[in-house]
């Protein structure tokens, strides 16, 4: 019985900080400039920006966006120019900094007689050790066609401790494209609540 009871309490030791994670959501920190008017079915047509290879992950990403883009009211070029050109950048950089991502977690069982006492204790550290912390970057452009005029301009930064981007890369998104267009010039804090 003792045994059971120390064996749920370890468990639920190791799983709370999995748990807590899993439940403080996504942050971010999102700009946008723009001289936007309501979308009237423009369409659009999605392209990297310099240094992005036109590739699986970013046709992965692009759709993202695109899908972002169709519910706000724009359509996506299905062939001949478009009235809007996107260009979707990204990226992934080591920041420098080390975050110790969880406690150190001590274990302790004791028994104590008369004149004797006896106790078994260790510690481990749930995180592995320091990791490096990484930044995590969307940028987007919007110009008209024609003219080349930006007309909006994007960028959400986010941090965290996967080398990936990929995993990140639908809350990016997501914030970037939180009360789109959003207040031209302001730099706004967004935190999306934890999937269900």
Known sequence: MLYQMLRSSVLLILLGPVLAACATGFEADVTRFHSLNQPNGE????????????????TSYANLVGDRLAAEGYRPAASGPADIVATLGYAV????????EGPQVGIGMGTAGRHTAF???????????????????????????DTGDHIFEGRAVARGTD????PVMPELVAALFTDFPGVSGETRHVKLKPAQ
Not at 125 to 141: A, E, T
Request: glycine content about 14%.
């Open 43 to 58: 369409t659009v047509t999605i392209q990297p920006a310099p240094g992005i290879e036109m590739g699986p992950e970013f």
């Open 93 to 100: 950089r080591p920041t420098g900094a080390v975050e110790d």
């Open 119 to 145: 106790g078994v204790g260790t510690g481990f550290s749930l995180s592995g050790g320091p990791k490096q912390v990484y930044m995590y970057d969307l940028s987007l452009v919007l110009s008209a066609a």
């Open 163 to 166: 080398t990936t981007l990929s």
